[in-house]
């Protein structure tokens, strides 16, 4: 069982009632339905290789056409339901390996072997669904969305050429609703990551950002940070730092400390009612932190592992009571991804413009 954002304690503006039930009762427990998600990364979908993925519940095969352009079929042969990606793929066409129907990178069927010549069935028609789908970042982003396409938030990207990367991926067994407030939570920081390499200070301290809105989101503006920690230490000066976070369930951290940048991007993909795929990457322009790549993936999936324990455990809260009681300052962000959800379904329902239903706004608690 999901979050119930519709128990949640808000101080905010009561809304309209009538507001309220022109929603579907259900669509603010699912993910969104017209959104980019990250499939994966782009660098492991090289030549005729097929890859299965999952998607909100959808299987989904992706590959390269023979121009090196991604594509996204459902991962269903409609003639006796196999999965294409179990097949073969010659750059041009996907062949089912049950009867060898063949379908063209587009969805559509192109050959149907076992017809005799004598046999007027006409395949032409018979066409697989096909999903939208991007490059960015270094990933592959599917929009699952079955219906018309309408306005999304836009997709992850670098300001900077990174000379170094890393990536880790986690699957979490919780919703995407409680994965993702994990993203805007900063309260669980102190308790959930208190690491010697993290956060070495014990001391809760008071914090005071400024967060404004942005198209499908918000950004706690930039800011100089401690030099505490030993990961900032690596930059050396006082960083700035700024972090966003947009629909469906985005977290960007930009860190500049003069020409030295790094950029933690964290995403979140629904896979199905109650298992997440929580993402980070980690991007820099600094040369010698390419030696540290052995070192800093088992601490990335350390702290990865952190979120998906704790997550798993509240799940199970939910399951028994699907309530959450968001209260203070601290939890406000939380609030805030169930404001930005809504005016996405209702925009999307209105056939209008989304239209950030955020203000900028101090706000302060103690990590």
């Known amino acids: 069982m999901s979050v119930s954002p519709v128990a949640a304690h808000s101080t905010g503006p009561a809304r309209d009632p009538a507001a309220d039930e022109a929603l579907d009762p259900d669509a603010m427990r699912r993910p969104l339905p017209d ?8 660098s492991g979908l090289t030549g005729k290789a097929l890859r299965a993925v999952e998607l909100n519940g959808e299987q989904i095969v992706i590959g390269r056409d023979a121009s090196g352009a991604p ?3 459902r991962d269903r042969c409609p003639h ?4 294409l990606s179990k097949g073969g793929f010659d750059g041009a ?3 089912c390996p049950f009867h060898g129907w063949r379908f063209s990178t587009e969805g559509r069927c192109r050959d149907v072997p076992t017809l005799s010549e004598h046999d007027a069935a006409d395949f032409s028609k018979i066409v697989v669904q096909r999903f939208p789908v991007v490059e960015s970042a270094g990933f592959v982003w599917v929009n699952p969305n079955l219906g018309a396409p309408g306005e999304t938030a836009s997709l992850p990207a670098l300001d900077f050429d990174p000379v170094g990367s890393l990536v880790v991926e986690l699957v979490v067994e919780a919703s995407f609703d409680l994965t993702t407030l994990s993203l805007v939570d900063p309260g669980h920081v102190a308790f959930v990551h208190d690491s010697w390499w993290f956060r070495p200070s014990k001391e809760l301290r008071e914090k005071k950002k400024t967060f404004r809105p942005v198209p499908h989101g918000f950004v706690m503006s930039s800011h100089a940070t401690t030099t505490s920690s030993p990961v900032y230490r690596l930059l050396g000066g006082v960083p700035d730092v700024e972090i966003e976070f947009r629909l469906p369930g985005v977290r960007l951290e930009r860190i500049t400390a003069g020409p030295k940048r790094l950029a933690n991007y964290t995403f979140a993909t629904p896979l199905t009612a109650n298992r997440t795929m929580l993402t980070n990457a980690l991007y820099w322009n600094i040369p010698g932190l390419n030696l540290l790549k052995p070192v800093a993936r088992p601490l990335m999936r350390q702290f990865l592992t952190q979120d998906q324990q704790v997550l798993q455990h509240a799940q199970a809260g939910l399951d028994r009571k699907p309530t959450m009681v968001l209260f203070g300052q601290g939890d406000l962000p939380s609030q805030w991804y169930f404001r930005l959800k809504r005016e996405a379904l209702e ?3 209105a056939g209008r413009r989304f239209e950030n239903p955020l203000e900028t706004r101090e706000l302060r608690w103690r990590s």
């Open 71 to 73: 594509f996204a079929l």
């Open 35 to 42: 959104a980019w998600y990250c499939v994966g990364q782009a």
């Open 93 to 95: 066409e996907l062949v």
């Open 347 to 349: 925009a999307a329902r």
């Open 80 to 83: 006796r339901g196999m999965a």
